[in-house]
């Protein structure tokens, strides 16, 4: 039997949620039970039942739509407006607008549980995508130091060593304007082969 993909699982064990009394239920519960019936009522987003709160046919609508652009395209859409009109089509302005609404409606805590977690199955997608991508550079300038027994170098011949001796540059910059959290310091603090290159402010 194939292994159940990351959609099919949310499926199952809201399934199972399903058949529990819903006085044992909480509001988040009851409340992301309505998507997961009314997505699976909605299969494929072609014909959505008129029975479906509008609010909730709307975000499946989108999230179909999103899921059918990274199958199409390998990635998530791009939101970057440094790039030449017509670069980026309707369809991918769309798509990514709604990724960004749905990124604010998280930090605002207006997704319920459901909502959250089947938005994660899209591949790619992240809520926090700056966070996400700077401890992909710490994990990554911790494994260089613990291979390479030093710190990146700018002037390295490698493109992969310069981009995290640039990181790690722009990380201490932040830090003399103050603007690194405490928590981010403290993380960097325990790297073997850090350094701030200037003297440390007091937390």
């Not at 499946?60 to 791009?78: D, Q, S």
């Not at 401890?135 to 170098?153: E, I, M, Q, V, W």
């Not at 990181?167 to 403290?186: D, F, G, I």
Request: charged share 25%.
């Amino acid at each position: 039997m194939p292994a159940q993909n990351p959609v099919e699982l949310l499926h199952a064990e809201y399934a199972e949620l399903h058949r529990q009394p819903a006085s044992t239920l909480t509001p988040d519960q009851r409340r992301s039970l309505v998507f997961f019936g009314s997505e699976l009522a909605s299969r494929g987003g072609v014909h959505i039942p008129a029975t479906v709160p509008r609010d909730v046919a709307g975000w499946i609508r989108n999230l179909f739509a999103l899921e059918a652009f990274v199958r199409c395209e390998g990635r998530l859409p791009r939101e970057n407006r440094r790039l030449p009109d017509g670069v980026i089509s309707a369809n991918e302005r769309q798509r990514a607008n709604s990724v960004r609404s749905q990124r604010r409606a998280f930090v605002a805590g207006r997704l319920c549980a459901y909502q959250m977690r089947r938005l994660l199955c899209v591949p790619g997608l992240s809520f926090q995508p700056l966070e996400r991508a700077w401890r992909a550079n710490f994990t990554a300038y911790a494994l260089f130091t613990a291979s390479h027994g030093d710190a990146p170098k700018l002037r390295s011949t490698h493109a992969t060593e310069r981009a995290l001796a640039r990181w790690a540059a722009k990380a201490r910059l932040a830090y003399r304007a103050n603007t690194l959290s405490p928590e981010r310091v403290r993380t960097l603090n325990g790297l073997d082969f850090w350094t701030w290159g200037a003297p440390r402010r007091r937390d």
